[in-house]
């Protein structure tokens, strides 16, 4: 068994969470909004983040995270249709479009047939949608909301895939599929073309102004959170609630906090809690958004957990964690499920990963 260990000294963390998460013992906890239908769902996606990664970020920041706040808590199983370890494709497409399928897998079924997910059914009942990442937007976990691949490896398909959706804003990396590309189109133009204000720096997020954004924002993948990523999560995830709440009919968002996960590959313990930490500020503006709406179902879960992380000493009060990885890979174990509005009081359990999209589509009243 392979064993990689680290201790890490967070001390500097203890004000990352932009939402204040209580102090000492008393921790505020959202009671409002539990039953009815949904008008909009954010579905945060923590890739990577089992129970071990949370309590890391918690330790790291003394104790608390704005995960402290849901009381609807419960457990998805993740294997695939082939593995007892998921890959993200299978575990993502399992999330968006209710069905098991195998390890690579992009929106399609066992068979390789193309499956709807839950962007485009809400698409189809005209509500605006988005996805916000900090990977490239054709990395595994947003190409099975949008796209329709036998192999998550199809990255300029995947790309190309976007001009077939009304999706209004995507943020996040990967403008090499869309501009740089072995057939020689330029993606780009089509999107301007359809309407889209692009943005290609980070910086410029916050200043977008369109009602349908594209935002190209790395050439590949974001950069790690302490190599000067900054905010770029929480401000695009601000500016898509901005943008999509515009929306009479409501909005479907993906938020996912991408390199917890890769953290997790690396063994690297500074490199998950900064992930976490950067994953859960974005949380706390979200269910600050939830909270003043009303209408707004938050789930925030995970699509595997990746390392074997196991926390085997610490220190709350200094922000210390003793931890060791048992794998450079995922696991196989459940993943938590955490839920805040309406409809929210039906993700408690224990259940597999394709009911979460059953959960969202009786939450949006597609299905009974």
Known sequence: MRLAAFTLSLLFFAGICQAQVGSGNQTKKLKKHEHGQAKNIILMIGDGMGVSQIYAGMTANHGHLNLDQFQNIGFSKTHSANDYITDSGAAATAISTGRKTFDG??????????????????????????????????????????????????YEEIAADFLNTDIDVFIGGGLKNFNQRKDQRDLTSQLDDKGYQLIYSPDSIKFAIGEKIAGLVYQEHGPKYSEGR???LSHSAQKAMEVLNKDTDGFFL???????????????GPYVVNEMLDFDRTIGIVLEFAEKDGNTLVI???????????????????????AKFTTGD???VMVPVFAFGPGSENFRGIYENTEIFNKMMVAFGFIE
């Open 230 to 232: 900054g905010d770029m």
């Open 105 to 154: 897998a992009i929106g399609v079924d066992i068979d390789t047939i193309p499956a709807t997910s839950i962007l485009e059914y809400a698409e189809r009942n005209n509500k605006a949608t988005g996805m916000v990442v900090t990977s490239s937007m054709t990395h595994a976990t947003p190409a099975s909301f949008i796209a329709h691949q036998a192999s998550r490896k199809n």
């Open 254 to 268: 993906m938020i996912e906090g991408s390199q917890i996960d890769w953290g997790g590959h690396d063994n690297d």
């Open 330 to 332: 995922h696991t196989g």
């Open 300 to 322: 925030v879960t995970a699509d595997h957990e990746t390392g074997g992380m196991s926390l085997t000493g610490g220190n709350i009060e200094k922000g210390e964690v003793n």
